[in-house]
């Protein structure tokens, strides 16, 4: 990652037909209130980008229009992900995505695209194909300042920004950025925020990450679908429900979908909330019985579960998560001890009986093979 291919900057702009569209406005004796849209065009600042060895593909965008989410990002999960912007005209979605999952590469789906677009040259976009093949096109219409730069696997672009400084902040802040592709993704977004982003100001932003079986329960491909329609500061408050959206549905995730890569992502998620102090007790306990079931890093599934303890002494289900974490771990007579102070807190619950009867299978086996 992080070869650079194509550059592509212009910096010439047609405005005849914005301000007589203004001048509309000004008949009515009002201008538009959301976004400072005059025209239809989405002007905004974006990335599309595939990540091979996770399977993943992904979209981040921000812009001065409102819900610039519900326009420009298009991605499914073994097909590729696209970006239409400038005039954004949505047959670049919905039929570019169409193309990609018959199989036809990033650049032959926008030639057709383009050849059936009779005001392509007002437009930009972005695509990327199931194999992370990139194709990118922004017409000498396309309201300045706009620009773009593909490298492998990704593209970032934009239209009506303050410079190509927005560009290169946002190249540079993805190739260097680590973790899963949807941070990466932000980070992007954050840089040419940072640069100045959208000329005209800001207000909205999304981030979409797809990845087969990547959604709530594995029933979608939508791994991550977070908009920001209308805010002040729409990428900092696109931060902070991407944060809130990743302890609340990745870290199960990325456990269910397996892989040395996805455990390590859900333990950093893990680690990043509890030193934020932002877990409250049930967070902890969730975190803990994740890892502790599936038999992953069980000392850091003690640790959780014993912080989750801390915090709520009397909740037999954290004892029994304490337990669990304990058998994980191999010391059963601690798993014993503490199924034992469940049962107590809740006589009647028949999962800890079942619990005690698993360790107590344990604990004899255990001592059997020191017999041996």
């Known amino acids: 990652m992080g070869k650079r291919t194509t550059r592509c900057f212009n910096v010439s702009m047609k405005i005849h037909g914005i301000m007589a569209l203004t001048a509309a406005f000004l008949s009515l004796g009002r ?7 005059v025209g239809n065009y989405a002007g905004t600042f974006s990335i599309v980008a595939y990540d091979a060895e996770a399977g993943e593909w992904g979209v981040a965008v921000a812009s001065r229009v409102l819900a610039a ?3 420009v990002p298009w991605a499914k999960a073994g097909a590729g992900a696209v970006a239409t912007q400038s005039y954004a005209n949505l ?3 919905v039929e570019g995505l169409e193309m990609l999952a018959e199989g036809l590469s990033a650049g032959e789906v926008l030639e057709r695209l383009r050849e059936n677009d009779a005001e392509a040259p007002r437009r930009q976009v972005a695509i990327v194909d199931a194999a992370g ?3 990118v096109f922004t017409g000498e219409g396309a309201p300045a300042w706009s620009g773009h730069i593909a490298g492998d696997g990704y593209s970032v672009q934009g239209n009506i920004l303050v410079g190509e400084e927005v560009l290169t902040e946002m190249e540079r802040a993805y190739i260097s950025a680590e973790g899963p592709l949807a941070r990466r993704l932000l980070e992007a977004l954050k840089a040419g925020d940072a640069a100045g982003g959208d000329k005209r100001g800001k207000e909205s932003a999304a981030l979409l990450v797809v990845r087969e079986g990547g959604g709530y329960q594995g029933k979608t491909d939508r791994m991550v679908d977070v908009r920001v329609d209308d805010h002040a500061e729409p990428v900092a408050e696109l931060k902070r429900i991407y944060d809130l959206w990743e302890f609340k549905f990745l870290v199960e995730r990325y456990l269910a979908l397996g892989g040395d890569r996805e455990a390590a992502y859900a333990l950093a998620i893990m680690d990043r909330v509890a030193a934020a102090g932002a877990a409250d007790a049930a967070t902890l306990n969730d975190f803990a019985w994740a890892l502790a079931t599936r038999k992953l890093y069980p000392a850091r599934a003690l640790e959780l579960a014993l912080m989750a303890h801390a915090l709520t002494p009397d909740d037999a289900n954290v004892m029994d998560t304490v337990a669990e974490a304990y058998y994980a771990a191999g010391e059963y007579g601690k798993a014993l001890e503490w199924e034992k102070k469940a049962l ?3 006589a009647t619950n028949e999962f800890f009986d079942e ?4 360790f107590e299978a344990a604990a004899k086996a255990g001592r059997g093979d020191q017999d041996r």
């Open 31 to 37: 201008l538009p209130t959301y976004g400072g849209s």
């Open 69 to 71: 989410g519900y326009i």
């Open 91 to 93: 047959d670049y979605g």
């Open 133 to 135: 093949n990139v194709a």
């Open 344 to 346: 107590g807190a809740d």
């Open 355 to 358: 619990q005690l009867k698993k």
